[in-house]
C-alpha cells in the first residue's frame, strides 16, 4: 500500500476505493469500448473523490496530496483510465485553479468540480510545443474588451470529458512582458472553442484525450488564472503536483501486476517443481518486490513535500516510477512465460496502459536533464536517511536470506505480515549501502563541474546522466527511511538488495560515454547531421 501504515486519513477512505472498484470496475469492458461507463464516473462523485483535495468552503473534503496519491494508487490496481480521469482532474486539472484563483473564481468553478458535476483538464501541449513550453504558439492578446485567443492544443486528457480547462498560452505584452505566459480558464460552451474527436490510443483507452481549437476566442480578461503573464511559475507548481499522482499511479499499475506474479507462481509448476521454487525466479521477483517498495517510498514521501521541494523531487519520482512501472509489468509477463501475451491474464493491457506515462508529464529524457541541472545549481545537499558512520556490511547476507525465503504472497503484498524484526547490524548495513550511493552520486556531480565548470550546463547527455543517477539516490533514500520506520527485516533486505542495483546503475552512468563521432557516423546513413549545427 502506498500510505504509511500510520496514515489515519488515507486508510479509511481508500478501503471504501477498494470496496467500490471492486464491485464496478471492469477494466477490460472499459478497454473494449474505449470509455468510462456514466456509472462508474457517478460512483466516484458519490464518494466524494472528485472534491478529494479541494477546499473544504467550496464542497470539497481539503486531504492532503499524499491521501490523493494512496486513492490514484488504489484506483490503478484495478484500472489505469480511472485512475487517470481522476487523477489529472484532481492535479493539473484544478490545482491551478486551488492555488491560484481568485475568490470570484473559486466560487463560480470548485462547487461544481468537487461534486463531479464538472471535470477539469488541462491543456499546454501543441504540435510543436511538447516538453519545451517555451515555444507555445496558442496566443492570448488584448483587445481592450477583453482577450483574443487563437491556435491549437493536442492530447489533452479528460478533453472529451470536461466542463473547464486551464490553458497555457503565450500572452506578450500582457502584463508588462514582453514574451510572458499565461494560463487562462476556459469553459466548455465558450463560443470560439471546438473540442477534437477522441484520439485511438495504445493504451489508457477509456481515457479521453482529444485536441482543442481556438478561433478567435473572446475571453474576459477576468478568465486569467493567476499572475497575468506568471504562467511559467505557476505552470511549474502545477505540473509538480500532476507528476506526483501520475507517479501514484505507476505505483497501483505495478502492485497490480505483482500480484498478479505470485498468483501465478503459486499454482505454475515447470521441472517438476513449483515455479515459486526456482532460484533464478526468486531472485527475479525479490527484485521486483523491491522495486515497487521504493517506488511506494519515494512517491509517498515525495507527495508530502513542501510546494517548493515538489517542484524538484517530483521529477525523481516521476522518472523512478514510470520507468519502474514499465520494467515491473515486463518482468511479470516474462514470468508468465506465453501466458503473459494472453490478453485474459490482464498483463498485456497492464503494458499498453503504462507505457505513456515514461512520455506524459514530461518526456523522461527531458525531466533527467532538469534534474540534472538542478542538482548543479543546490546550494546544500538535503538530509540523508543514510548515516555516514554506518559502515557495517557483514549482516547483509542475513537480510538478503530473509527476503530470499519469503513466499511469494509475501513479496508481493505490503501487508503481510512482517518477518522478523530487522536487527541493527542489518539497518547499518542497509545504511552504509545507500551512503555509498550517494557518495556515488556526489563523485559524479563533483567531477563534471571540475571537468566542465560552467559550461556543464552545455553538455545534455552528462546533465542527464547525472539527473538519472540523483533518481536513484532519492529512491534508495526513500526506501531506506520507510524501512527504518518500520523495522521489517524484509523491507530492509529490499533496500539492500535494490542498492545494489542501483550502485551498479551508476557506475555504468559515471564511465565515459562513446563519442559523439562514433553516434554521427552510425547514423550517417538514416540520420545524417543537419546542416548549418
Not at 42 to 56: K, N, Q, R
Not at 164 to 188: D, K, N
Not at 303 to 315: G, H, N
Not at 348 to 362: H, K, M, P, S, Y
Request: charged share 20%; aromatic share 4%; hydrophobic share 45%.
Amino acid at each position: 500500500m502506498l500510505p504509511r501504515a500510520d496514515d489515519e486519513v488515507s486508510g479509511p477512505i481508500i478501503s471504501q476505493v477498494r470496496r467500490f472498484a471492486a464491485r464496478a470496475i471492469d477494466a477490460r469492458a472499459i478497454d473494449r469500448d474505449a470509455a468510462i461507463p456514466r456509472e462508474v464516473l457517478s460512483g466516484l462523485a458519490e464518494l466524494g473523490l472528485f472534491g478529494l483535495t479541494l477546499p473544504e468552503a467550496f464542497g470539497g473534503s481539503g486531504c492532503s496530496l499524499a491521501t490523493a496519491c494512496g486513492v490514484i494508487a488504489e484506483l490503478a490496481r484495478f484500472d489505469r483510465s480511472v485512475a487517470v480521469t481522476l487523477g489529472l482532474h484532481l492535479g493539473l486539472g484544478t490545482r491551478g485553479l486551488t492555488a491560484f484563483g481568485t475568490r470570484a473564481q473559486h466560487e463560480r468553478y470548485l462547487p461544481g468540480l468537487a461534486s463531479g458535476a464538472c471535470l477539469a483538464a488541462f491543456a499546454a501541449t501543441e504540435s510543436g510545443a511538447g516538453s519545451d513550453l517555451s515555444t507555445l504558439q496558442t496566443n492570448a492578446s488584448d483587445v481592450g474588451a477583453g482577450l483574443r485567443v487563437n491556435g491549437e492544443k493536442i492530447y489533452v486528457t479528460n478533453g472529451g470529458l470536461a466542463g473547464l480547462y486551464t490553458i497555457a498560452v503565450a500572452t506578450p505584452g500582457l502584463g508588462g512582458s514582453a514574451r510572458g505566459q499565461s494560463l487562462l480558464l476556459i469553459e466548455r460552451g465558450d463560443p470560439g472553442l471546438q473540442v477534437a474527436p477522441e484520439e485511438h490510443k495504445l493504451g489508457l483507452r477509456g481515457s479521453s484525450t482529444t485536441g482543442l481549437v481556438f478561433d478567435s476566442m473572446l475571453l474576459p480578461h477576468e478568465r486569467v488564472l493567476g499572475e497575468a503573464s506568471g504562467g511559467a511559475r505557476e505552470l511549474g507548481i502545477i505540473l509538480s503536483w500532476g507528476r506526483t499522482l501520475m507517479s501514484a499511479g505507476c505505483c497501483g499499475a505495478a502492485r497490480a501486476a505483482l500480484e498478479k506474479v505470485a498468483s501465478h507462481l503459486s499454482t505454475r509448476r515447470q521441472f517438476g517443481r513449483p515455479l515459486a521454487a526456482l532460484e533464478v525466479v526468486r531472485e527475479q521477483v525479490a527484485l521486483l518486490t523491491a522495486r515497487v517498495f521504493a517506488m511506494e517510498a519515494l512517491v509517498d514521501e515525495v507527495s508530502r513535500e513542501s510546494e517548493k521541494a515538489l517542484l524538484v523531487r517530483s521529477l525523481a519520482a516521476k522518472v523512478f516510477s514510470s520507468e519502474g512501472a514499465w520494467a515491473i509489468v515486463d518482468g511479470a509477463i516474462q514470468l508468465h512465460g506465453g501466458l503473459g501475451f494472453i490478453e485474459d491474464t490482464g498483463l498485456a493491457l497492464l503494458l499498453r496502459d503504462v507505457r505513456v506515462t515514461r512520455i506524459f508529464e514530461g518526456a523522461n529524457d527531458v525531466l533527467l536533464a532538469h534534474l540534472g541541472a538542478s542538482e548543479l545549481l543546490q546550494t546544500s545537499p538535503p538530509p540523508r536517511a543514510a548515516l555516514s558512520e554506518a559502515t557495517a556490511s557483514a549482516a547483509l547476507a542475513s537480510a538478503a536470506a530473509a527476503l530470499a525465503s519469503a513466499s511469494p504472497e509475501a513479496l508481493a503484498s505490503p501487508s503481510a505480515a512482517a518477518l522478523a524484526s530487522a536487527s541493527p547490524e542489518a539497518l547499518a548495513s542497509a545504511a552504509a549501502g545507500a551512503e555509498a550511493l550517494a557518495q556515488q552520486v556526489d563523485a559524479l556531480q563533483k567531477s563534471l563541474q571540475a571537468r566542465f565548470r560552467i559550461g556543464v550546463f552545455r553538455q545534455p547527455r552528462w546533465l542527464h546522466r547525472l539527473g538519472a543517477a540523483c533518481v536513484w539516490r532519492e529512491a534508495i533514500d526513500a526506501a531506506l527511511r520507510r524501512a527504518r520506520a518500520s523495522g521489517r527485516a524484509d523491507e530492509v533486505a529490499q533496500v539492500s538488495l535494490l542498492t545494489q542495483a542501483a550502485r551498479a546503475a551508476v557506475s555504468t552512468l559515471s564511465a565515459e560515454p562513446p563519442p559523439r563521432e562514433l553516434y554521427d557516423l552510425c547514423l550517417r546513413e538514416s540520420l545524417p547531421r543537419p546542416e548549418g549545427r
